[in-house]
């Protein structure tokens, strides 16, 4: 079964870390690009951060210098860590996969950043 399965996500206080995972199952990372994308409510999806089967990352102006995507492809995982979080980080966060026609998405993981 191919699927992208999310952990790491929950609540944390204004200026704290949460660090998500994303671990591919039934298929190999290596090659593909991996992207974050958060969706709040009542907002569209828009994307946070991307890093290429080469270790290339960017990132959204909204997140840079709090956020850090990285992958360990031995892992066959994805991670994005988000550090000095702020309540309009709020949202749901989905992890991809993408290779050529081949794209897979993570279920979501509700991410609040609340006193």
């Known amino acids: 079964h191919l699927q992208l399965v999310e952990s790491g996500g929950g609540l944390v206080q204004p200026g704290g870390s949460l660090t998500l995972s994303c671990a591919a199952s039934?298929?190999?990372?290596?090659?593909?690009?991996i992207g974050w994308f958060r969706q709040a409510p009542g907002k569209e999806r828009e994307g946070v951060a991307c890093i290429s089967s080469g270790g290339t990352t960017n990132y959204a102006n909204f997140v840079k210098g709090r956020f850090t995507i990285y992958r360990d492809n031995a892992q066959n995982t994805a991670y994005l860590q988000m550090n000095n979080l702020e309540p309009k980080d709020t949202a749901v966060y989905y992890c991809n996969a993408k290779l050529g026609s081949y794209d897979y998405w993570g279920q979501g993981s509700q991410d609040t950043v609340s006193e």
């Open positions: 039934g298929f190999t990372l290596d090659y593909y690009a």
